[in-house]
């Protein structure tokens, strides 16, 4: 049409719908660039989700905002509005009534001025007092009404959002009834009674007054459970003498009727209904307006539900997952943006559990071994980028061995070997060798020893491997958990792809030794604890190689001190520094029996500790194994490249 006028602008209504999906694939690898790095792999995966996909969109940020939303509100006024409210409207009531008595001069007007100016200084002592006052002027008889009017208006409204007609029209006993039929509805829930009949009948009978229609009794209570606990968080943020005020004025604005009672017993039902709501927090909000009760108690309320909001983003109880964020509260108090950010945070969270990276246990999300092998092929990668480019780590070994894998081709018999025959080829050969000879006789086909051939097999040497890895303190202090990791990882899948037929266990030393799997090593994380046991590491060792008594065994050791700590006969670990003897004698002891059983030491000593030199240097003449001293950053391509020797027997 010649008269449209189109305009275009930024997307403003959630995420970007044209957006490419995320790669999860890219996440996985960013985690693993972290836990690489040394950082502790349940935190790599929260800061995932708090991130988000791009920076400033994750759960942190939304969780931001909800603390400047609460810092807002709680600037938003002073909570004693009611209180100062009422005080200045006595005040007007009192002026006004002073001014229509000193324009008359007879005894009653002296005796009603004498009456005002004995009355108390407390503002709720004071309306009580002039209850039975006759007063002389209409306009201060209705603004005292007023003060009662008002506070009681306020009171049921912010207890009962539909409450506004009823109480515009005076109807009291209507809200009292429908108090009365809501306690009865709430002590039936109460006792496990079925209440869908009875909430019914409640809703056709009381609907009006609920305009967030409620659909089922338990959306009921939460409704009016919030505002109660609001009411009562409203009095708990009062200093005595201004609570006391304020319930005074409330008794006297709810009158002798059945009303308070009934109030004060819903109170107690929904307290018992929902006891988890925050219901006896004060808060301390200063600001320069005299919010009223109602303003008050709904400012309350909205800083419980940021509360709630800020503690469901936190993530931080265990097991904590994305579906324990309330999607609609976070859209009620931080808008529909945060609210599709929330949606956008569980879709990652759900497609890295649907592609298989990562998966849930007691204490939140891991990665799966998947996502494991990624992280190992990752770490390989780093420290030998032509592992796979190469013959550099195959070391394969020919020989005339039976045992072994069939390469496709094959070689001519001879004596002594024990290798399979090729009978294909072998027949072949003789058929071949008659055709040759002209001899039109071909059946039977006689064999000669000329026309065996053997299929050719490589055997690869198997390996028992153990890899020794220092887990204390220092470690992480001086910056070498990272290249711990990285290089036990990446020997790992190194084991795992290219030799499957060695054995590898990965054993951490700390004040105790325990051995590891892929997944426990990437989640390890540093802690304070004293002591290298380095005895009980190569006591753990020892029994790995003996498990697989045909297999070349091979032990690496990666540390910073020497040993500081062993354990005594009753399986107690003993530390002590400087080292004590019985340590020393206790960890020599263990390289004696790594010596006798034929597996060589080698050692990646990281640091210039004067008194790990010592000790290494002579469990290296003992053993007959090798020291190394490479930095932190080469210790990856050292061990690697180490292991790959000492499994062909290299030493």
Not at 203 to 208: A, L
Request: net charge negative; aromatic share 6%.
């Amino acid at each position: 049409m010649s008269g449209s006028v189109f305009r275009y602008g930024a997307w403003r209504d959630g995420p970007d719908p044209l957006a490419p999906p995320y790669d999860v694939r890219a996440a996985v690898d960013a985690m693993g660039e972290r836990v690489l790095a040394g950082d502790s792999l349940r935190d790599a995966l929260r800061d995932l989700i708090r991130r988000g996909p791009q920076d400033g969109r994750g759960l942190d940020d939304l969780r931001a905002r909800a603390q400047r939303l609460r810092r807002d509100a709680l600037r938003r006024g002073n909570l004693d509005g009611a209180v100062t409210r009422a005080r200045q409207m006595l005040d007007q009531a009192l002026a006004a009534e002073r001014d229509a008595l000193a324009a008359r001069d007879d005894d009653d007007a002296r005796f009603a001025e004498a009456q005002l100016d004995s009355l108390p200084r407390s503002v709720s002592q004071a309306v009580s007092e002039l209850s039975e006052y006759r007063w002389a002027s209409d306009e201060a008889r209705g603004i005292y009404q007023q003060i009662l009017d008002g506070l009681r208006q306020e009171v049921v409204a912010q207890r009962f959002a539909g409450m506004k007609q009823a109480l515009q029209n005076g109807d009291m006993a209507e809200v009292s009834a429908m108090v009365s039929d809501l306690n009865d509805l709430l002590g039936k829930h109460a006792r496990g009674e079925d209440t869908d009949d009875a909430f019914r009948d409640f809703m056709d009978k009381h609907g009006r007054f609920f305009p967030d229609n409620p659909r089922t009794v338990d959306e009921l209570i939460d409704s009016l459970a919030r505002q109660a606990a609001a009411a009562e968080r409203l009095m708990r943020s009062l200093s005595p003498q201004q609570r006391e005020e304020l319930q005074n004025l409330m008794a006297q604005a709810l009158g002798d009727g059945p009303l308070a009672s009934r109030l004060a017993e819903l109170t107690d039902n929904l307290r018992s209904l929902r006891p988890n709501l925050n219901w006896g927090r004060g808060e301390r909000m200063r600001g320069p307006a005299d919010l009223g009760y109602g303003d008050a108690a709904s400012a309350l309320g909205e800083i419980a539900d940021l509360d709630e909001v800020i503690d469901q983003l936190g993530q931080e109880h265990p097991g904590a997952t994305l579906d324990d964020v309330d999607v609609e509260a976070v859209e009620r108090q931080l808008g529909r943006g945060a609210a599709d950010d929330v949606r956008r945070l569980r879709e990652l969270e759900r497609e890295l559990r649907r592609q298989g990276w990562v998966q849930r246990d007691t204490e939140g999300l891991t990665l799966s071994p998947k996502a494991l092998r990624r992280l190992g092929h990752t770490a390989l990668a780093r420290i030998f980028q032509d592992i796979a480019g190469g013959k550099r780590g195959e070391h394969d070994m020919r020989d005339a061995g039976a045992a072994g894998d069939l390469i496709g081709s094959s070689r001519r018999w001879e004596f002594g070997d024990d290798q399979p025959l090729d009978v294909v080829r072998t027949i072949g050969n003789a058929v071949r060798r008659r055709a040759a000879s002209r001899d039109l006789k071909t059946l039977p086909v006689r064999l000669e020893p000329d026309d065996f051939e053997v299929a050719e097999t490589e055997r690869r040497a198997s390996a028992a491997v153990a890899l020794c890895v220092d887990l204390s303190y220092s470690m992480y202090a001086d910056g070498r958990w990272g290249p711990m990791k990285q290089t036990a990882l990446a020997l790992s899948h190194l084991v795992a792809t290219k030799y499957p037929q060695d054995s590898l266990q990965i054993i951490g030393f700390g004040l105790h030794a325990q051995t590891l799997g892929q997944g426990e090593l990437a989640a390890i994380e540093p802690t304070v604890e004293k002591g290298t046991n380095l005895q009980h590491a190569l006591l753990l060792a020892g029994r790995h190689l003996r498990r697989h008594p045909g297999a070349e065994p091979v032990v690496l050791v990666v540390t910073d001190g020497e040993p500081t700590a062993h354990l005594e006969e009753d399986g107690e670990a003993i530390f002590w520094w400087p080292p004590l003897p019985e340590t020393v004698r206790a960890t020599v002891r263990e390289v004696d029996q790594l010596t006798r059983y034929g597996a060589t030491l080698n050692v990646f000593m990281l640091g210039e500790d004067p008194g790990l030199q010592r000790f290494i240097g002579k469990v290296a003449e003992r053993n007959g194994g090798r020291v190394f001293s490479p930095d932190a950053e080469e210790l990856g391509r050292y061990v690697i490249d180490d292991y790959v020797r000492a499994r062909r027997g290299r030493r």
